[in-house]
């Protein structure tokens, strides 16, 4: 930042007291501002020992967005009625709430934006944004690759409700994103299953 001295001549510094009590106030200012660059420091001090050495890493979109057109909006509709009509002339009232579920997430995630997320592989396991999932918490992992639809690394996780964890690759090499994790989890194939198929035909 630049500083005139020529109008700097023009000010009153008669005043002791005045230009004391600012001089405080900024140096209050500076050792607060040094204080939160410190812990600033220490806290990504921290997130480093937290998840290990960073192997690789690479941005991507939370979810691939797609154009959507009136035709499609109508379609997914029409699906979602005709699955949650057959669900419920079949006696099966909780395949028919899952498919209102479905109907009704799938909504409103088509009405924000991905975010763009940092991921990476490292010494200590996968990092999604602010989540590690660390490999001894990980069966195994499997690569959906179908360039341009499916691009996805999936985690088969030990947690009991939510074990699959898919994590995008956009246009990352998949070869070398599956040496790197060979180091440190098992390969084991994976079936898609009916939701990765409705997103696969739905664009969503």
Do not use: C
């Not at 500083?3 to 001089?23: D, E, I, P, R």
């Not at 154009?67 to 509709?77: D, G, I, P």
């Not at 909780?94 to 209102?100: E, G, Q, W």
């Not at 001894?136 to 996780?157: C, G, K, M, Q, V």
């Amino acid at each position: 930042m630049s500083f005139n001295l020529k109008h700097a001549k023009t000010h009153n510094f008669s005043n002791k007291k005045g230009g004391l009590k600012h001089g405080g106030i900024l140096s209050s200012k500076l050792k607060i501002l040094q204080e939160e660059e410190v812990e600033q420091e220490d806290d990504i001090e921290m997130q480093i020992a937290n998840v290990g050495e960073v192997l690789y890493r690479w941005i991507a979109p939370e979810f691939e967005a797609y154009e959507k057109s009136t035709r499609w909006y109508l379609m997914f509709a029409a699906f979602i009625i005709a699955m949650t009509a057959y669900a419920l002339i079949t006696n099966s009232p909780i395949m028919a709430i899952t498919f209102i579920l479905i109907g009704i997430v799938g909504y409103i995630h088509l009405q924000k934006n991905p975010r763009i997320i940092n991921f990476s592989i490292t010494s200590k396991g996968i990092v999604a944004d602010r989540e590690m999932y660390a490999y001894e918490n990980i069966h195994s992992f499997w690569i959906f690759y179908d360039h341009p639809h499916a691009r996805t690394i999936s985690l088969h996780t030990k947690a009991s409700m939510l074990p699959f964890i898919h994590i995008p690759i956009r246009d990352e090499d998949p070869v070398f994103l599956r040496e790197l994790m060979l180091k440190n989890i098992p390969e084991i194939k994976q079936d898609a299953g009916l939701i990765d198929a409705i997103e696969r035909a739905f664009h969503v």
